[in-house]
C-alpha cells in the first residue's frame, strides 16, 4: 500500500517552458519530496517525469490530467488567455517595427516560484476570508462548541434514519484515514494520513501522523465529506501523499514512519463512500402527492405536493397554495404524511381540495414509500370513545396532558382530544396510533416523576386521577393496550444533537437530552429556557447526528444569545396573562436568531384556549373551519410537527405502586425493572392486575 512512497530530496532543475519565457523560470526548493506511485515517478513541480506546470498561470499538477496534447495549459481558459496574450505581443512587435517570432512570448510572464508564492498567499487569504465569514454569517462552529465546554455527542447508530445510521460500523477512535493536506504551500491539493481523536456524531476531530501529541493543528471535518477517504486510495487513485510542512524536516524516510505507525490500524471500508452516497439517495421526489395534516385543523388532512427534499426532509406545499407558500415541513418518515386515499380508509376526515384534477407532473407517491405501522388486533379487547390517558400536547410538547380517546379508527389509529382545551367541534382532536410513543396509560407521569398538565380550569389540585376519573363518569384506558417495547437506542443523558424545533418544524437546533425515560427523551434546544423543551421518541426522524445539517446542506440554528431569550421572554409573560397559573397552556415560540434564514417558511401553533390551530390563533366562538389568508399564516409561525416513527411504544420502569383508587377501583402494582433514568435496555414492564 505504501510502496509508493520515498521520501528523497527531487532534482530541482526545471526543464519546461524554457523557449516560451524571457526570463528563466528560478529553481524549486530541494526539500520538495518524490512521489512514486506504482512505479511511476512524479516529481514537483515539472519535468518529463509525471508533472507538468501550466505555462499561462504557474499551476502544477499531474501531467496527464493537463490540456491539449502538449499539455502546456491546466484547462481552456489559460489556453484561450495564453493565445490572447501571444496576439497582443505579435502586434506589439510588429508596431515597433520588429519581425513576428515563430512563437510568440506571454507577456509579463513571472517566475514559477513567484507564481507559486503568490498563489499560496491567496490561498491564505482565501481561507482567512473564509473563517471570518463564518463566525459573522453561521456564528457557530460544532468542533469549538464541543471542545470548549468538554460535551459528549450522540453516535451516529442512534439514528437509524440518517444516513450511515445503520450501517456506521466501528469507526471510533484511532481510526485513520487519507484526508487533504492544509499544511502545505503547494498549489495542487495534496494528501495525509490522519488519525481521528474524537468522534461528535458525523464530525471527527483529526490529527496528522507525525504530529504525536502536538495538538496544534488538530482540525475538525465531516467524516462523510467527499474529501474523506480510506488508507490507500491516494496510491490507488494516483494520488500524492504529502507530509505536513510543520513535520516534514522530522522523519527522513517517511514510508518506513507510515508503514511503523498504520500496521494493524483500522481505515474506513473501501466502499465508504458509496454508502455514504446511497445512504442518502432518498425514494420521494417533487411533484409526488401525498396526504399530511392540515396545520390550521389538527383533526383532517389535506393534499399536498412534495416541493423539495433535503436530506429526506420534505416541503410539502399544499394543493391548493396559488403562491406556492402555504407550506409544511416533515420528515419522509413522518407519521403526519399518508398515501393518497388513506384517509378515506380509515375513516379520517379530509378536506377535499378544490382542484379537480391532478396538475401536469404531479402524481401520488407509491403506498410502500411511507412509514409503516405495527399491526394490532382490534377483534378483542380496545380502545373506546371516552377513555381517558396521558398525551404529549402535539400543540405544546413540553407537557404531558390530561386526554380522550374521541373516536376510534380503522387500522389501529385513534383521534385523541385534550382535556379542558377542545374546541368545540372537535377541530383539534388528532390522531395517533395506538402503538405511538406519545400516548401513555393512566398514571405514567406519577410513576415516572413526571409533571402532569390537567386539564384547563380544573380546580381541585394536586391533579388525582381516581378523583378525575369519578367526577368524570370515565374509565382509564386498560394498561396492557399500550405498547411497552424499549429498543436498545443507545443515548445518554447529556448528549449533544441537531433537533428539528417541532413547533417550528423548519428549524433543526442545536440540542441536549437531559431525560431519559426508558424510550422518551427530554429534548432541551441550547440557549432556550427549560420551557422550550420537547419530549420525543428515541426512534424520532426529527432528531439528526452532529453533522447532519453540514452534510446534508440544511441550516443549523445556533444556541440563542441573551439578548434573543430575553425580548422573547417579555413577549412570552405579555401573552400568558389570562392563562391559568396552574395550566401551562401552549408556550410562546421563540424567534429565530438574527441573521438566520429558514430553509422554509410554514405556520406554528399555540394552545391554551377553547379553540387552537396550527397556525397559532385562539379563539373563543371560532367559526368551523376558518382559514387564515395566505400572507397571515406567513407571518405567524411555522407548523408543528410531530414527526416522530410509530414504532412498539415506550417502556415503563417503576419501584413504587399505583394506589388502590387510580384506575377506576381495580389493584394494579408494578413490577421493578430498570432506573427510569438511564433504561435503555430491551427488557418490558408490566403492569400487572392482580386478582
Not at 528563466?24 to 520538495?32: I, W, Y
Not at 482567512?128 to 459573522?136: D, F, H, I
Not at 458509496?274 to 439517495?281: G, T
Request: glycine residues 6%; hydrophobic residues 35%; proline residues 7%.
Amino acid at each position: 500500500m505504501f510502496d509508493g512512497y520515498d521520501s528523497c530530496s527531487e532534482d530541482t532543475s526545471s526543464s519546461s517552458s524554457s523557449e516560451e519565457s524571457e526570463e528563466e523560470v528560478a529553481p524549486l526548493p530541494s526539500n520538495l519530496p518524490i512521489i512514486k506511485n506504482n512505479g511511476q515517478v512524479y516529481t514537483y513541480p515539472d519535468g518529463k517525469s509525471g508533472m507538468a506546470t501550466c505555462e499561462m498561470c504557474g499551476m502544477v499538477g499531474v501531467r496527464d490530467a493537463f490540456y491539449s496534447k502538449t499539455k502546456r495549459f491546466c484547462s481552456v481558459s489559460c489556453s484561450r488567455s495564453y493565445s490572447s496574450n501571444s496576439k497582443k505581443a505579435s502586434i506589439l512587435a510588429r508596431l515597433q517595427g520588429k519581425p513576428p517570432t515563430k512563437k510568440a512570448k506571454v507577456l509579463q510572464k513571472q517566475p514559477l516560484v513567484a507564481k507559486l508564492a503568490a498563489y499560496a498567499q491567496y490561498q491564505a487569504t482565501l481561507q482567512n476570508q473564509a473563517k471570518t465569514k463564518a463566525v459573522s454569517v453561521e456564528g457557530f462552529s460544532w468542533g469549538n462548541y464541543i471542545n470548549s465546554n468538554s460535551f459528549i455527542a450522540a453516535p451516529v447508530a442512534c439514528f437509524k434514519h440518517a444516513p450511515m445510521g445503520t450501517c456506521w460500523g466501528d469507526i471510533s477512535e484511532n481510526v485513520r484515514i487519507e484526508v487533504p493536506n492544509t499544511d502545505c504551500s503547494l498549489p495542487t491539493k495534496v494528501f495525509w494520513i490522519a488519525g481521528i481523536i474524537k468522534l461528535a456524531g458525523y464530525n471527527a476531530l483529526l490529527r496528522y501522523e507525525g504530529f504525536e501529541n502536538d495538538s496544534s493543528l488538530d482540525f475538525w471535518c465531516n467524516i462523510c465529506g467527499s474529501d474523506i477517504h480510506p488508507v490507500g486510495w491516494c496510491a490507488a487513485s494516483g494520488k500524492p501523499l504529502v507530509p505536513p510542512r510543520t513535520v516534514q524536516h522530522k522523519y527522513t524516510n517517511w514510508k518506513a514512519f507510515l508503514v511503523k505507525r498504520l500496521t494493524g490500524a483500522k481505515t474506513l471500508p473501501p466502499d465508504f463512500s458509496q454508502k455514504v452516497s446511497e445512504s442518502m439517495q432518498y425514494p420521494f421526489k417533487p411533484c409526488m402527492r401525498v396526504e399530511v395534516v392540515d396545520k390550521r385543523h389538527l383533526c383532517r388532512t389535506r393534499v399536498a405536493v412534495v416541493e423539495s427534499v433535503i436530506g429526506g426532509r420534505l416541503r410539502l406545499v399544499y394543493e391548493e397554495s396559488e403562491d406556492r407558500t402555504d407550506d409544511f415541513w416533515c420528515h419522509m418518515h413522518s407519521p403526519l404524511i399518508h398515501h393518497i386515499g388513506w384517509s378515506r380508509s380509515i375513516g379520517h376526515r379530509f378536506k377535499r381540495s378544490d382542484i379537480t384534477k391532478k396538475q401536469d407532473g404531479h402524481f401520488d407517491t407509491p403506498p410502500h414509500l411511507f412509514a409503516k405501522v405495527k399491526e394490532v388486533d382490534q377483534s378483542g379487547e380496545w380502545f373506546k370513545e371516552g377513555m381517558k390517558l396521558e398525551a404529549i400536547d402535539p400543540l405544546n410538547l413540553s407537557t404531558i396532558c390530561v386526554a380522550t380517546i374521541r373516536k376510534v379508527l380503522a387500522d389501529g389509529f385513534l383521534m385523541i382530544g385534550i382535556d379542558g382545551s377542545e374546541a368545540a367541534d372537535g377541530s383539534d382532536w388528532f390522531c395517533y396510533h395506538a402503538t405511538s410513543p406519545s400516548i401513555f396509560p393512566v398514571g405514567f407521569c406519577e410513576i415516572n416523576m413526571i409533571e402532569l398538565t390537567p386539564p384547563r380550569g380544573y380546580t381541585k389540585l394536586p391533579f388525582k386521577w381516581f378523583d378525575y376519573l369519578r367526577e368524570t363518569g370515565s374509565i382509564a384506558a386498560p394498561v396492557k393496550l399500550f405498547n411497552k417495547d424499549v429498543p436498545n437506542h443507545g443515548f445518554r443523558v447529556g448528549m449533544k444533537l441537531e433537533a428539528v424545533d417541532l413547533m417550528e418544524p423548519r428549524l433543526i437546533c442545536v440540542a441536549t437530552v437531559t431525560r431519559i425515560i426508558h424510550r422518551l427523551l427530554r429534548i432541551h434546544f441550547d440557549g432556550w429556557e427549560e420551557e422550550y423543551d420537547q419530549w420525543v421518541d428515541c426512534e424520532s426522524p426529527d432528531l439528526y447526528p452532529v453533522g447532519w445539517c453540514q452534510l446534508t446542506g440544511y441550516q443549523l440554528q445556533p444556541p440563542a444569545s441573551q439578548s434573543s431569550r430575553e425580548s422573547q421572554s417579555a413577549s412570552s409573560k405579555q401573552k400568558k396573562k389570562a392563562k391559568s397559573q396552574q395550566y401551562k397552556g401552549h408556550k410562546k415560540k421563540r424567534k429565530m436568531p438574527v441573521g438566520k434564514k429558514p430553509v422554509s417558511l410554514s405556520s406554528l401553533p399555540m394552545t391554551g384556549g377553547v379553540r387552537r390551530s396550527f397556525s397559532g390563533d385562539e379563539e373563543l366562538t371560532p367559526p368551523p373551519y376558518r382559514t387564515l389568508p395566505a400572507q397571515t399564516a406567513l407571518e405567524a409561525f411555522p407548523p408543528p410537527s410531530t414527526s416522530r416513527e410509530f414504532r412498539p411504544s415506550l417502556k415503563t420502569v417503576t419501584t413504587s405502586q399505583l394506589k388502590e383508587e387510580l384506575l377506576d377501583g381495580e389493584d394494579y402494582s408494578f413490577l421493578q425493572g430498570a432506573s427510569d433514568q438511564e433504561s435503555n435496555g430491551s427488557a418490558t414492564f408490566y403492569i400487572k392486575q392482580e386478582p
